[in-house]
């Protein structure tokens, strides 16, 4: 799919915009972001024909290391570090936002002539907030989208809609394949709302539905609640597992617990499943020799790991972790918390 996206000419139909109003000069536009899901938007509008890029606005980036910091150095763009006091001093007709992270002020968006849009990688109002990729795969929704909107200075994800388009997410897609995908498609309707703005801007909605909030993960979001089913644990690591965020616990010496962080997760197909009592608790961790990982039981199901991390030790592959436990003997088992 990301590759379909990014083969298609997203910028034909700006050529020929451009070419029948010859008279009228590009849009002027200045682009705040920072992150990875910026680069396919300050891309496609570095590259377009529709668009002069008069300057790009990034959080505070001294050093040069955020991903549109970088873009801008290898393609010698002016990149100025926010700050919300201050007004741009080259003029422009367009602001365009995509994952900037900062509420920006109204005098701000006034100063553009055209106010300013926003490419948010869900269908609004639902996962508004910092992290609504992460947020669509943990609740394994099968379908998510992009949506352009007006900019709300008051908060966030909370503008008027000009356009949203809906993605199909597969069961095994990863967040960084998710992310990918979306960036390049908001890309492709950023361009697309640029080339028909006075005809989307007269016919922006409200948000219908009441907002659902995404918030921002942290490590204690990654740990494993075994007694849930493995579909919902998968879930949890195709939205975090990038972050090294996924763990569980296992005993060690007296009430003491040493976190494991798990390197790597596959569902267990039913035909796959350990010949074991129903009753076998959940948590219960045995190795499977000929699969060469551990096999953990869930409120539901099983899951394969290959590969752990206990603090303060090497990675180890799920045979030398066996070993460690004496879990290689048939009907051996240990538990993770």
């Known amino acids: 799919t990301l590759r379909k996206l990014k083969k298609r000419n997203f910028f034909c139909s700006s050529r020929r915009l451009v070419n029948q109003y010859s008279t009228i000069p590009p849009w002027k536009v200045g682009f705040y972001g920072s992150d990875e899901v910026s680069l ?14 008069v300057h790009v606005v990034t959080s505070p980036d001294p050093k040069g290391t955020l991903p549109v910091s970088q873009f801008c150095s290898q393609h010698n763009l002016k990149r100025i570090d926010y700050d919300k006091t201050q007004l741009p001093t080259q003029p422009c007709d367009i602001g365009v936002v995509v994952s900037f992270g900062h509420l920006i002020p109204t005098k701000l968006i ?6 300013m849009i926003n490419m948010h990688p869900s269908l609004l109002p639902k996962y508004r907030g910092a992290s609504p990729i992460r947020a669509s795969l943990m ?7 992009i949506s352009i ?4 200075p008051k908060e966030f994800d909370k503008g008027k809609i000009l356009i949203q388009k809906e993605l199909p997410i597969s069961p095994t897609m990863m967040h960084s394949e998710l992310r990918d995908i979306l960036s390049t498609l908001g890309a492709q309707y950023i361009l697309h709302s640029l080339e028909n703005y006075d005809t989307l801007i007269k016919g922006a909605k409200e948000q219908q539905g009441k907002p659902i909030m995404s918030k921002k993960f942290y490590m204690d979001d990654g740990k494993v609640d075994w007694s849930q089913k493995n579909v919902d644990i998968y879930s949890k690591w195709r939205a975090l597992s990038d972050l090294g965020f996924i763990h569980t616990f296992r005993a060690g010496k007296g009430n003491s617990l040493i976190r494991i962080k798990i390197l790597s997760m596959e ?3 039913s035909n796959d499943s350990p010949i074991l009592p ?3 608790e959940y948590g219960t961790v045995l190795y499977e020799k000929s699969k060469k990982s551990l096999f953990i ?8 790991v290959s590969s752990v991390k206990p603090d303060s030790k090497n990675i180890m592959s799920a045979h030398n972790y066996a070993l460690g436990f004496n879990l290689l003997k048939k009907g051996n088992f240990t538990k993770f918390y």
């Open 267 to 269: 569902l267990v197909d």
């Open 139 to 145: 609740n394994n929704d099968i379908v998510t989208g």
């Open 110 to 115: 006034n100063y553009f002539p055209k106010k």
């Open 40 to 53: 396919s938007t300050l891309s496609a509008l570095n590259q377009s024909p529709l668009v002069d890029l």
């Open 278 to 280: 129903s009753e076998i």
């Open 297 to 304: 039981k869930c409120g539901q199901g099983w899951i394969r």
């Open 149 to 152: 909107v007006t900019l709300s």
